[in-house]
């Protein structure tokens, strides 16, 4: 059995310009916690630290670069992130937002939701989440 997760992508072009993108994480059925059946799991992506934020309501972020390939679980809350070529996507509770705009011209984060977001930061080795797929 194998199945798929949809991940929010932001990447940079030659040019330094940020887009948007949907990719997939594989998944395949693994004993994964023996003795626990098996459950569906992507495949490994080495992580260097995380950070737990918190960001307030109305909280607005200067464009910028991801400053390492990092991806993040909202948890709660709304962001209203914006590329550089113009193009938004709402995070939200549930998204994974996997970002690796680390050169170009960045993207914009604001706070949309009245109260703030909390979520978790990965800080990513190799720059792939579990063998993701354009």
Request: charge should be negative.
């Amino acid at each position: 059995m194998t199945a798929s997760r949809r991940v929010t992508r932001l990447t940079e072009d030659a040019a330094g310009e940020s887009h948007f993108d949907d990719s997939d994480v594989p998944l395949e059925l693994k004993i994964f916690a023996p003795p626990a059946p098996a459950v569906l799991v992507s495949s490994a992506t080495d992580a260097s630290g995380y950070v737990v934020m918190r960001l307030p309501a109305g909280w607005t972020g200067e464009r910028h670069p991801s400053p390492r390939s990092q991806i993040f679980f909202c948890l709660s809350g709304m962001l209203k992130v914006t590329a550089s070529d113009g193009t938004s996507r709402m995070i939200e509770p549930g998204t994974a937002w996997f970002m690796s705009d680390t050169r170009g011209k960045g993207h914009t984060t604001d706070v949309v939701s009245p109260g703030p977001v909390d979520g978790v930061i990965i800080f990513l080795n190799d720059g792939l989440v579990g063998a993701i797929q354009p």
